[in-house]
């Protein structure tokens, strides 16, 4: 299990931190880290990814939700399939969604690692897979599930697709454009995982971003702890100090407006994962 920073996040959320031994719900690659996009919308959850893969029980609970991939009170079919949610200790809750079904319809508790159902096409997954989530009722907010999952030994750096900065609709994409008026800028970072795993990159911000300007911290943050805003998914730092940032549905992370004055602008960009790997890269600019 990862245990940095694990003490100053149970703390935060509350939780004790010898609350959890959780494990993977199912032996497959992740396709989608938190706050990854799916059709259109930011998941509070991992996906993973394949069919007809076992989906067990990450931890002991009791079913406290269950809804069917056609609930017979409002006779739709629920865009996330089947689900189910189990709650363990100190309420934090496990989230199985985007099942086809379920092994036991009648079960109301599971033991740790019990088969839960099948992955497959359930709901409207951009894929074949399902979502394993993690939600602290305690706080009303979304854990990252990676902080508790066994490291799964990744050696590949997340790739710094694009940073771009925004102002009034406007797009200026670092390394393409060298000179900009000054005034207020929002940044946007396009980040990718590449999962050891998984065929191809794996879609969803890093454990941890920083940014710099000129050498000062424009922000420092984890995705570990986020709720959902305005559609978007915002993350805070463990601490419960620091700017927050957000992800929007295309997977784009946004960092809040930096006013930058004329003169030599140097951004600097540092990502990690979860097992470690890291990459950075810099862009020069000049305001005017």
């Given at each position: 299990?990862?245990?940095?920073?694990?003490?100053?996040l149970?703390?935060?959320?509350?939780?004790?931190?010898?609350?959890?031994?959780?494990?993977?719900?199912?032996?497959?690659?992740?396709?989608?880290?938190?706050?990854?996009?799916?059709?259109?919308?930011?998941m509070?959850?991992?996906?993973?990814?394949?069919?007809?893969i076992?989906?067990?029980?990450?931890?002991?609970?009791?079913?406290?939700?269950?809804?069917?991939?056609?609930?017979?009170?409002?006779?739709?079919?629920?865009?996330?399939?089947?689900?189910?949610?189990?709650?363990?200790?100190?309420?934090?809750?496990s989230?199985?969604?985007?099942?086809?079904?379920?092994?036991?319809?009648?079960?109301?508790?599971?033991?740790?690692?019990?088969?839960?159902?099948?992955?497959?096409?359930?709901?409207?997954?951009?894929q074949?897979?399902?979502?394993f989530?993690?939600?602290?009722?305690?706080?009303?907010?979304?854990?990252?599930?990676?902080?508790?999952?066994?490291?799964?030994?990744?050696?590949?750096?997340?790739?710094?697709?694009?940073?771009?900065?925004?102002?009034?609709?406007?797009?200026?994409?670092?390394?393409d454009?060298?000179?900009?008026?000054?005034?207020?800028?929002?940044?946007?970072?396009?980040?990718?995982?590449?999962?050891?795993?998984?065929?191809?990159?794996?879609?969803?911000?890093?454990?941890?971003?920083?940014?710099?300007?000129?050498?000062?911290?424009?922000?420092?943050?984890?995705?570990?702890?986020?709720?959902?805003?305005g559609?978007?998914?915002?993350?805070?730092?463990?601490?419960?100090?620091?700017?927050?940032?957000s992800?929007?549905?295309?997977?784009?992370?946004?960092?809040?407006s930096?006013?930058f004055?004329?003169?030599?602008?140097?951004?600097?960009?540092?990502?990690?994962?979860?097992?470690?790997n890291?990459r950075?890269?810099?862009?020069?600019?000049?305001?005017?």
């Amino acid at each position: 299990m990862r245990i940095r920073g694990l003490s100053l996040l149970l703390a935060v959320i509350g939780i004790p931190a010898a609350s959890f031994a959780f494990d993977w719900p199912g032996n497959a690659p992740v396709a989608v880290e938190f706050g990854g996009p799916n059709a259109g919308s930011p998941m509070p959850g991992i996906v993973l990814a394949g069919t007809g893969i076992d989906v067990r029980a990450a931890e002991a609970g009791e079913l406290v939700f269950e809804r069917g991939a056609d609930d017979a009170h409002t006779k739709l079919p629920s865009a996330t399939g089947e689900t189910l949610v189990l709650e363990g200790a100190d309420e934090m809750s496990s989230v199985y969604a985007y099942l086809p079904g379920i092994a036991d319809p009648g079960a109301r508790s599971f033991a740790a690692g019990a088969l839960i159902g099948k992955a497959g096409p359930g709901g409207f997954l951009d894929q074949d897979g399902f979502m394993f989530a993690l939600f602290d009722r305690k706080s009303g907010r979304w854990v990252n599930p990676r902080v508790f999952l066994p490291n799964q030994g990744d050696s590949k750096a997340p790739v710094i697709r694009k940073v771009s900065l925004e102002s009034k609709g406007k797009l200026w994409i670092l390394g393409d454009s060298k000179i900009i008026p000054q005034g207020s800028y929002s940044i946007i970072l396009d980040v990718a995982e590449q999962g050891s795993a998984f065929a191809g990159l794996v879609i969803g911000p890093p454990w941890y971003i920083r940014v710099l300007a000129n050498g000062q911290k424009v922000v420092e943050a984890k995705t570990e702890i986020a709720e959902v805003k305005g559609g978007a998914l915002s993350f805070y730092p463990a601490s419960g100090k620091g700017q927050e940032i957000s992800v929007d549905s295309k997977g784009s992370i946004h960092i809040a407006s930096q006013a930058f004055s004329r003169g030599k602008l140097l951004i600097e960009v540092l990502v990690r994962d979860f097992e470690g790997n890291e990459r950075s890269a810099a862009w020069s600019l000049l305001i005017e």
